[in-house]
């Protein structure tokens, strides 16, 4: 080997990472044998070997994973994008992909959207430059164009949506029976013997909010009983929007003895509504939401929710990205996996005795 040459102390590491360039020019060798001395290559002798392990260790040298995946074409990072972060659901499906992307050989970024489709493009771009194996994306509350993921199919980038999704044939996504769900909730709160069933619908653009107004208007339907527009409420899905719909609700010549949230957090401010007042839960009012956060199951009442199978979801976003990958060159038609939901019934709903 030739001799060696000066390179920054070891302390000097942390703020000046040593490459395998550095390695090669200590030793005397090219880039090449420092790689094949790392990997522990049969081609590399075991002086060579030992001479490059002892020098990495007291640099200490840290490969770039990433850097090597580029050079081979192939990158093990996942991209995900979801609306936030907080509460069970998307920490829940994260989880689930996180575990499954895990067992493959994959890492995964997480990027917050921040329900801001101005900040999911900047997402989209932050993925795309650090060169991702692939795209899992749930959109936020104000996408209307979708122009920047058309800029990663065009990059050839799988993707896959799931709950908040692109709704048509040439999209692979993994949803909730979100309809289905609705229709379980609404239709138990009018087996309770509940006839004037309100819901707090979400934006209807958003596919998610879209079917659950649908299956409570098919609820109602099957019941025989006709929409009434003024039990309809739009709702931002939070805590005080649920509280103030409530509250216009409560105002109502003939109020509610039910309501149906599309979401969770909306529901937990009408109870909370509803115990200001002094009004009795079920008795006078039977509540259900959708999501089955955390928070359900210590409220007081206890709230009827439907569960969305978080978990699964993540797993089986991660399984359709990995079809998409290994079908690579061959025929691939678009696919929905659709998930079925979980009625959870608690005290919210069950009515005891006459109103």
Known sequence: MAARRNLPKPTDAASSPVSMADLARELGVSMT??????????????????????LAKKLNYQPNHLAAALRKGKSKLLGVIVPYIEGRFFASVVHGIETAASKAGYSVIICQSSEDVAQERKNVETLLSAQVAGILVSV??????????E?????????????RILEGDNVNAVVLNDRGGANQATRHLLEQ??????????????????NRRQGYLDALESFGIAPDESLIMDCDMTLESGAACMAQLLELPNPPDAVFSAGDSAILGALQL????????????????FSNEALTSVAEPMLTSVDQRCEEMGQAAFRLFKDLVDAEGTAFSQRQVVLQPQLFVRASSLRTGPA
């Open 33 to 54: 044998t420092i790689s094949r001395a790392l990997s522990d290559h049969h081609s590399i002798g075991p002086a060579t070997k030992q001479a490059v392990l002892k």
């Open 140 to 149: 936020s509350r104000n996408t209307l164009d979708f122009r920047h993921f």
């Open 151 to 163: 800029k990663v199919r065009k990059h050839g980038v799988p993707l896959v949506f799931f709950d």
């Open 193 to 210: 013997g509940c006839r004037r069933v309100a819901h707090l619908a979400g934006p209807l653009h958003l596919n998610i909010y879209k």
């Open 274 to 289: 509803l115990k200001s007042r002094g009004i009795r839960v079920p008795q006078d009012v039977a509540l259900a939401g």
